[in-house]
């Protein structure tokens, strides 16, 4: 709060904010700060909106009727540069071999991040070390979760999905046998202000585009040896990490098993411990029609569907349920 | 010609205090009502601002926009992002959305200016509004080890048509789009559920996928969204198809060149011509010539060139982020220049 004493007559006609103002910048166009008046005795008092950064210098000017301007300054306290301790914590798909038509990224930082300004910092290289353009959806709303940790970075679309002008002229983002590096430059800065501690690099070599549904019929499920050990599920191709930690729930009667959900082996393995030892009896995996993997293709559903394939004309993205007994 | 249809008024609200999540997205309805997207709270807001005008024709410019916001808001304008931009039809004024933090735990806030350059607050308290919750979410309240949700809808583009609420949004997990039309004013209990927009490529594959930008488009006096998909520039989809669960397929009618894809659109009328102009990614301004645009049939074989509606690329309108009418013959666009931003009222082409 700001105060200014004494002011001894009424309100002025242009307002309070005629005769005492605070800003928070030297151009001369910038206007004052947002905020409230009021009168407190002999005083006025000037609430800003919100509280001002404390390395943001004030200007406060008070305008007495036929008196010289008084200036008082606040603040301006510069914030010392933070030491860099905000990491890269993950990237998923963790494998180091991606298919050709991988779909997304996961990027999670050990702290929250610096927002809008994404794309600034976020390369994939060719084997040269050369930047690839054109690589991903580069949305100006950017696709965080709440907390400003963890970033989805979508690979073009246009350039995925066959028979578009983009993959017809562009091809996909990757070539298979191509090796590529996705760095993540270390002068993005935290949302508290701090650099990265240091530069990310994940080299990766492309592999041949993944196509078909997730068929269920290709999951090895190994039931729970003993009754705390974790029931195990292993896929023939990478999972989408983020998707599948909300897809899948082991259940008992229909009723949701508590557990501990781990994906493991570059996403191809699903280990779920439950809070409490098995009961004896029949279990259920039950996966949800959202599960997808890192091509975007969901169970009974391809990622862009071939009209040409009869069978898949109507190919529907389905659920499914795959029995088990535990505990025995 | 593009419109907005039958006029509504909103009735007043008994909303608590807004505290906005986000503010990703701005749009008018009629009479003055300003839509507000907030993806990460999952909501849609509608503003009876009462700022009916009469329109004062006057061109706005406000130079280094995010240095005066921050000024404004006591920080300094590296911590201030300008997500979107919209003029209400009705007084010429433009409504500003604001985050003033870097990170995600950043204040929201819209702010307003006139023709004078003066910004001032919108009070999202005293302004009287409803709103529309978005939560339809499968699972949406799964948490991760830590006990955060991680997934978020963001909303990319909203605006009003044919008496509905067009809401595109995109999901930080799966591709799926999240189009919803809520019919509007709001109704009581009322959700925005999903719709899946399909995007066919070219007759031969088809993909279940998100809408990144659009404009309401009268056919035939047919209310229709104009969208941009994040793969392909410009489709036709009825309003009348967009309702709860259905699966609707766009109708692709335009190819405008390589890895390119709208930003922003406008459509105008001038000198008799309809037209649509449109800011892209990587291919600067384009003017459409939208005469006779309901004729364009579906592309629907594979080409490798540009196609369908011509267009031309208006050289000297460089850095353009976002675009709305202002008045008859002009539109105040948002250009990014360097660092700096700034709100520039451009004669139409």
Redesign the interface.
Known sequence: MFRAEPWTGAEPSGGWRSVFEV???E?A??????GAYRREGDAILFT??????A??R?RAVLRPPGGEPVIAWFGGVPRPERAPTTRVASVTPSADIWPENI??LYITFSA?????VAWQYLRMLDAAGRPMG?MF????????????R?L?V?F???RI??????????GPPFEVGQRATLLIEPDW?????GLLAAPFEKAVTIAPPLRAAIDPADWRLTPPRGATAPLVVDFPHSL?A??A???FSVRQSGARITG?IRLEATETRFVFTPDRPWTPGAYALVA?A?L?DIA?NRIGRP??????EPRLADAEARGTEIAFEAGG | MSGAGDTTLLERSTDECVQL?SA?ALAFAPNGVLLVGD??GARVYAYETGDLGPASGRPIQI??LT??I???????PD?I?V?DMAVNPASGNVYIAV?????????HLILKADASG??T?LDLDSTPHTSVDLVDQ??AE?V??RG?????D???DLGYAGGKVVVAG???????STLRAIPYPFGAAQKGAAIEIW?G???????N?PI?TFIAYDFDGEPEILASY???PLVRIPVAKLTPGAKVMGMTIA?L???N?P?DMIAYRKDGHDHILMAN??RGVMKLDAAGLGDYGPITE????TRGVPYETIGELQGV?RLDKLGEGHALAMVATGDALNLTTIALP
């Open positions: 800003f928070a910048s151009s166009t910038a206007p004052g700060l947002l800003p909106r919100f509280a001002p950064r390395d943001v004030l779909l997304r929250p991040m610096r927002l809008g054109g959806v580069e949305v100006d709303q950017e696709l965080w979760d709440p907390e400003g963890r989805t979508l073009d679309p246009a999905k066959r028979g578009l002008v983009d993959h017809i002229n562009e800065r935290d949302a508290d202000g989408d983020a998707i930690a909300r897809a501990t949800d959202v997808e975007g990622f862009d569907i071939d009209r040409r | 999540k990703s993806g990460l130079d280094d240095g005066k921050a000024a404004l808001v006591g920080t300094t911590q992002r997500p985050a003033r933090g870097a990170g995600a735990d950043a204040d003066q910004l607050e499968p699972d799964k991760d080890r955060n949700a991680l997934r978020t963001t909303i990319t995109l999901s930080n997990e799966e591709f799926a995007h490529a070219h007759g031969q594959y088809e993909t996928a990144r994040t793969c392909t190819e060149g390589n890895m894809r930003l990614s990587n594979k080409i490798a060139a982020r």
